[in-house]
Nanobody, 124 residues
Framework: QVQLVESGGGLVQAGGSLRLSCAHS????????MAWFRQAPGKEREFVAA????????NYAGFVKGRFIISRDNSKNTVYLQMNGLKPEDTAVYYC?????????????????WGQGTQVTVSS
């Protein structure tokens, strides 16, 4: 069973940057689409970004495009989310997710495995 472990969250001032990491325990990491979602208090979990197994297909939510960059290192079984220009409205718990499919999806229901989440707090 795939296990995902996120790290890199924290408290940052508006305009600052954070880099989230997610380590994947499976042997066939390159066969998984990897994604980041986030959930703020009182809100539904929302899609942030996804990357295909090869790293050649990437999708972003409209609200992060140009500020966040998703990437993966298949030699390290790790996916990253570089977050720049953070805003207070980016405050949420960020989750890593994995899907053994061929096309990235923005729906949480498509993902088979989830990490425990890492808190990101952006102060104004």
């Amino acid at each position: 069973q795939v296990q995902l472990v996120e790290s890199g969250g924290g408290l940052v001032q508006a305009g600052g940057s954070l880099r989230l990491s997610c380590a994947h325990s499976g042997r066939t990491f390159s066969g998984y689409i990897m994604a980041w979602f986030r959930q703020a208090p009182g809100k539904e979990r929302e899609f942030v970004a996804a990357v295909s197994g090869s790293g050649t297909s990437i999708n972003y939510a409209g609200f992060v495009k140009g500020r966040f960059i998703i990437s993966r290192d298949n030699s390290k079984n790790t996916v990253y989310l570089q977050m720049n220009g953070l805003k207070p409205e980016d405050t949420a718990v960020y989750y890593c997710a994995a899907d053994a499919a061929s096309t990235p999806s923005i729906s949480p229901q498509s993902y088979d495995a989830w990490g425990q989440g890492t808190q990101v707090t952006v102060s104004s």
